[in-house]
């Protein structure tokens, strides 16, 4: 059944947080620049539905949370897709569950982190990347949802995950304000040594300086990228 009413751009959050927080304001940075002169203010934001549910935040610790966290990850998103056109999850993490929502969750379009990242890698003829992330993302088993991008990229991930996995959890407990978590991630974006590395997790672009001689890919900026080409397109 097709969804009436204006375009709509869904948001699910909750692991953490302040990532759908930042997918909004990044949603609406998009919006400005793929108007251009068009955009005349608050009428041409975007209308968009967000959801957070605190449920999400146990992925940190997936696959033992598998069981309540895809729960919660299925019940929000059906909530979402019945209100919205298009909608993303902002979080990296989660988006492992994206072939099950797409089988449950309702008519409206996913887009996911994965695939804005290949999209974007194809794009810019990227094919050595450097990706950060969780501990399950960054192990590119089957908790992660960037395993697939391994046949089209060379994926390089840090040699021991544990350290990038505390530091995203400190970012999560104070919300980034600890100067020290940008030397700390500065110093595992060096040592992958890597031109080009995606910051595939939503608490690490908060943290992130320039860093010379590297390209830091924020991927939540690719996804509202990609939000809002599909409203507008609409």
């Not at 108007?35 to 975007?46: K, L, S, T, V």
């Not at 909530?79 to 902002?90: K, P, S, T």
């Not at 399950?136 to 960037?146: H, Q, R």
Request: hydrophobic residues 45%.
């Amino acid at each position: 059944m097709t969804r009436t009413g204006p375009p709509t751009i869904g948001i699910v959050t909750g692991s953490g947080p302040e990532a759908g927080i930042d997918l909004w304001q990044k949603v609406l940075a998009a919006t400005r620049r793929q108007m251009g002169e068009r955009y005349r203010g608050d009428i041409d934001a975007p209308r968009v539905v967000i959801v957070s549910e605190p449920a999400l935040g146990a992925s940190m610790d997936l696959p033992a949370t598998d069981a309540e966290v895809g729960a919660a990850l299925e019940a929000t998103a059906a909530d979402v897709a019945a209100r919205c056109d298009v909608y993303a999850i902002a979080c990296n993490t989660l988006n492992v569950y994206a072939d099950r929502l797409r089988d449950r969750a309702g008519s409206a379009d996913l887009v996911t982190f994965p695939e804005v990242l290949l999209d974007w890698a194809e794009a810019n003829s990227i094919r050595r990347l450097g990706l950060l992330g969780a501990r399950p993302v960054a192990a590119l088993g089957e908790w992660s949802p960037y395993t697939t991008l391994a046949d089209r990229l060379e994926l390089v991930t840090p040699a021991d995950p544990d350290p990038l996995h505390r530091l995203i959890e400190a970012i999560k407990l104070d919300g980034g304000t600890d100067p020290g978590h940008h030397a700390a991630l500065t110093a595992i974006v060096e040592e992958l040594g890597v031109a080009t590395v995606a910051l595939a997790c939503t608490e690490l672009p908060r943290v992130a300086r320039p860093i010379p001689g590297i390209e830091l890919v924020d991927v939540t900026e690719l996804v509202a990228k990609a939000l809002v080409s599909r409203v507008v397109a609409r």
